[in-house]
């Protein structure tokens, strides 16, 4: 019996009038995905330096509707976000990703109960890092990895994502060579394979216009995006 | 889903009367067109962005067997399974016999085109599986029992009243004089009730706005967040897309990822664009233990070399129904099948028959707004065109449609005939029509006058007209102000 797949791809090649792509031809669309050439790319972000960038993206995630807090290093982080959950009248507990434990210095904030792991849906906030921030939209990129498990991207009302300065990248263009470059050397891409379960771009906190089109935050995932840039 | 698309006119008819629906479609004016408009403003490069993302989809149609084998490869190679289906039997079969396999009791769904194409929640519910629509919009309209009535505001013909209405009647735990006012109350009661449903979910089942060839992922782009909670927390994650959705490589959806929230909400970005890549992982602390993607191409290959193939470029952003004066006048519904507006007034003849959807290419007034707003440049009227010259010639138009059009073909080439019949008409309907200006009721022409008055003309027809005005320039009494 031909398999669907088999019909189906037959339906194609009968339809495009040829047989299955061979030799040069295919060569060189393989080609085409062994090295991936980059398309158009919008000129927002060219030529700006670290700190063109990094006020690039600030202005965007404001424009996204994050609250942005910008600090001199990893050390005050704790701290500011203590201050920031505070001000904003939310409890003085969080869950951590599994990759920020050795890196946040709790001792700073002593009232805080943290703790780390992935989400269960009780928890009110969460404190993850990115993997890249892209300038030209105010976009952060999220991987999943053991340590930082993608629950925490959505299921708390509160998500705080620190970013660091030499993590912000021009387009999404750059993050993607980022993570190419991350997973060679990691020994996981195999040809553009080995991306992880799951890569989220986000950009802002959730939200919805499905009641007569009126912007409503907080549908699904986090009320609120707090974006902590780490000048490292 | 069972076509109603025979009725367009009756379904038409009926819209246009319905006071509460004329209200609802009031907002889109306001909010898609206006927002469109803005962030396309602030992007020099929008419109060469529309060429590549054009050539792009061109490239990758021309060459579809090749990329949707390697993402197949990629796929398998991170641990998931392609599934082929052919028609929407198969995909339905599919997704039941990975349900059943997992004793699925509920699942959890994304918002999803292709499974209202293929009808999945009739078919789940019919097999004793509780489907959850956990889109806001989608679990409206699932509460109201009806389908989508656009591709990415599914519930855009309802207003807050009737939503309060179905809330109070389907959420009776709740207190019954609690306020239903503000899109807040609604958010957050939706939101409590849909939170445990993902636990419970036993599959969790998504769409796809892109697949890619160079890595094997699926995308989905979504605001709310309820794909991806669907994703992470259903014990399999199902990915049901038509296989025109793939594209090569990272950089290649990045581009198209530039057109598509622009074009869709007015947004540089959407909240959450999502790339999927097989199962949780070993070490992963959360995530699906089984990815499936359901490849279905009902019709679509066959759509390939052929005057409609360009229409597989569609990315499903919905601005041609936006800026729509028909979809606007008579809402996604009356157009009786999954697609609405101009893109479905093309797609749904090419899946489901000309035979069943023929009206539909005739709903519309060619004024091309469709075509100058698509980020993929397809060409929607043309296409429309195509259909209504398929529909004459398998003799599908209504007699008085046909005699009309040859009456109109007669005089359309005998030059001096038209003038001459033209010209009398012109004058005797000048005539008689002097004193009031407009003609109430008019004989054969009850379709026009039934709901609008036709102005009388002045008595002379526009050749005439535009000879004198001609002659008159030349002579040098400049007639037109240049």
Redesign the interface.
Known sequence: MS???D???G???K???RG??EGED?AR?HQ??AT?????I???TAGLDRDGLARQLVG?LG??ACSVDEVASLAEVPGRIAAWLQRENLPARLVQA?ALAGGLDWSQAPTMEVKT??AD?SEDTSVTPVFAAVAE???LMLV???ST???L???PENHIAVVRRSQVVG???DA?SKLRAARTEAGTA?A??G????????????????????I?M?????RRLHVIVVDD | MQSTSRSFKQNAHHALQDATLQRALGNIKTGFQEKRRQVIEALPEFEALRDTGRDIKNHTLANLDFYLERFEERVTEAGGVVHWCRTPAEARETILEICKRRNARTVTKGKSMIAEEIGLNEFLEANAIEPVETDLGEYIIQLRHEPPSHIIAPAIHVTREQIADDFRRHHSDLDPNRRLEEPRDFTDEARAKLRDRYFQADVGITGANFLIAETGSTVIVTNEGNGDMTQLLGKAHVVVASLEKVVPTLDDAATILRLLARSATGQEMSVYTTFSTGPRRADDLDGPEEFHVVLLDNGRSAMLGTEFQEMLRCIRCAACMNHCPVYAAVGGHAYGWVYPGPMGAVLTPSLIGVEEAGHLPNASTFCGRCESVCPMRIPLPKMMRHYRTREYERGLAPGTVRVGLSLWSFLATRPSLYRFVTGMAARTLGAFGRRAGRFRSLPMAGGWTGVRDLPAPEGKTFHALWKERQGAERRGNGGTGR
């Open positions: 398999s669907a797949r019909q189906i791809l339906s194609i090649r339809s495009l009038g299955a792509l295919a669309l085409r995905l991936p050439a980059r398309n158009l919008p000129d927002r965007k424009e996204a599994p792991g992935t849906g939209t105010g976009t999943s990895e053991a498990p993608t629950g991207n959505f299921l387009p999404l263009e993607w195999a553009g394979a991306m992880p379960r799951t890569v989220n771009l986000i950009t802002g906190p959730s939200r919805t216009g499905d009641i007569e089109q009126r409503q907080g549908a699904h995932g986090p």
